[in-house]
């Protein structure tokens, strides 16, 4: 399957927040399943939060892999470096903006998730095109996004006790 790249970029970007915006009441509608837990968010904290950017991102980037047959390791190591930023950026704008004004607000929540969705996909994009030697072998790669899976599952259940973990 062909697909122009800008094309791929928006789709990624609107599914990823669309998929997103479900994931944050998934655990809500499947009755607190233990299952949609480990996808979806079970509760306020900014930690559980990320799942809803790393999971579609994970999904979507499945799709390029399968689908559109992009597999080249300096791919994957792109879209990881960018999910990074982008959940980066969520912890670091949510922190800021809370520690500034002493509260949380949702529109600047929404605005902050949007902008992480953006951050993702665009670095992910430059990393790819501008950076040819920004590449780990694909097991390398592989690896990671399991470690990053396993620490979703893992602080899921039983978190740290570390200011990321509370809920707000």
């Known amino acids: 399957m062909k697909i122009r790249e800008g094309t791929n970029l928006l789709l990624g970007i609107l599914f990823t927040i669309v998929a997103g915006v479900l994931l944050h ?10 299952f949609v837990a480990l996808f979806a968010p079970v509760n306020e904290s900014v930690w559980e939060h990320l799942k809803m950017l790393f999971f579609p991102v994970f999904l979507y980037t499945l799709f390029e ?12 190591t792109s879209r990881i470096a960018g999910v ?6 969520i912890v ?16 600047a929540d ?7 969705v953006l951050v ?13 030697g ?3 072998p694909l097991l390398a790669n592989y690896a990671l996004l399991l470690l990053l899976v396993i620490c979703f599952f ?8 570390l200011p990321m973990f509370y809920t707000v």
């Not at 689908?67 to 994957?76: D, H, M, W």
Request: neutral net charge; charged residues 10%; proline residues 5%.
């Open 25 to 34: 009441f998934a655990y809500e509608w499947s009755m607190e399943n233990p």
């Open 65 to 76: 892999v399968i689908v559109l047959f992009k597999t080249s390791g300096r791919f994957l």
């Open 84 to 89: 990074l930023l982008g959940m980066f950026f």
């Open 92 to 107: 670091a704008a949510f922190f800021t903006y809370t520690g500034i004004s002493g509260k949380d607000f949702l529109a």
């Open 110 to 116: 929404i605005l902050i998730f949007v902008f992480s």
């Open 120 to 132: 993702t996909f665009l670095c992910s994009r430059y990393f790819e095109v501008q950076c040819p």
């Open 134 to 136: 920004m590449h780990l």
């Open 154 to 161: 893992s602080f899921t259940f039983s978190p740290p006790g």
